[in-house]
T-cell receptor, first 114, second 116 residues
Framework: GAVVSQHPSRVICKSGTSVKIECRSLDFQATTMFWYRQFPKKSLMLMATSNEGSKATYEQGVEKDKFLINHASLTLSTLTVTSAHPEDSSFYIC??????????FGQGTRLTVV | AQTVTQSQPEMSVQEAETVTLSCTYDTSESDYYLFWYKQPPSRQMILVIRQEAYKQQNATENRFSVNFQKAAKSFSLKISDSQLGDAAMYFCAYRSPDNYGQNFVFGPGTRLSVLP
């Protein structure tokens, strides 16, 4: 099956700093990548959808200036949480799709802002 | 907009027994894809099974099978011979094939416990 690698799996950062999360499709070219946030015991909440070479489409209520998404190549998308605050602490998951069928998920990143 | 409902927040099954997880969805589209994803304690989302709406035959993957009722907009997952490793959150998901950027719509999830 297709493999999506997300890095780092855990990160702790100080309030006010920025942190970058990478999502790579290792063995396929991803035309679309999705970024989700998951609160404890809840479902996945879509933050944004990115297509290679174009600007990400953000969901309502998600601050695009705070959550910067870059999808510069068909195998890499990054999510940068800028000026992080404790309320940004969460579990972030990326997924990559090579067609309009299934998507494959990264391992997730647990972000803790202290 | 499409919606996905999973009416069972929690389910439990005895090891080696069979369990069925429910999923219903709402859509006006005639062509789409449905999925079941599993999220174990590691939180890695794993694709369990996929169903194309235009196919009448129910998808199967080893011990996992679905009962796809298009008219009723129902997509249940049956797990046979349940194993301890099946314990996880299970998410039902819908995706429209209209374009590559189309989002997945996830249900709220069902937490499955497997009792030894």
């Amino acid at each position: 099956g297709a493999v999506v690698s997300q890095h780092p799996s855990r990160v702790i950062c100080k309030s006010g700093t920025s942190v970058k999360i990478e999502c790579r499709s290792l063995d396929f070219q991803a035309t679309t990548m999705f970024w989700y946030r998951q609160f404890p015991k809840k479902s996945l909440m879509l933050m944004a959808t990115s297509n290679e070479g174009s600007k990400a489409t953000y969901e309502q209520g998600v601050e695009k200036d705070k959550f910067l998404i870059n999808h510069a190549s068909l195998t890499l998308s990054t999510l940068t949480v800028t000026s992080a605050h404790p309320e940004d602490s969460s579990f972030y998951i990326c997924s990559a799709s090579r067609s309009n069928t299934e998507a494959f998920f990264g391992q997730g990143t647990r972000l803790t802002v202290v | 907009a499409q919606t996905v409902t999973q009416s069972q927040p929690e389910m439990s099954v005895q090891e080696a027994e069979t369990v069925t997880l429910s999923c219903t969805y709402d859509t006006s589209e005639s062509d789409y894809y449905l999925f079941w994803y599993k999220q174990p304690p590691s939180r890695q989302m794993i694709l369990v099974i996929r169903q194309e709406a235009y196919k009448q035959q129910n998808a199967t993957e080893n011990r996992f099978s679905v009962n796809f009722q298009k008219a009723a907009k129902s997509f249940s997952l049956k797990i046979s011979d349940s194993q301890l490793g099946d314990a996880a959150m299970y998410f039902c998901a819908y995706r429209s094939p209209d374009n590559y950027g189309q989002n997945f719509v996830f249900g709220p999830g069902t937490r499955l416990s497997v009792l030894p």
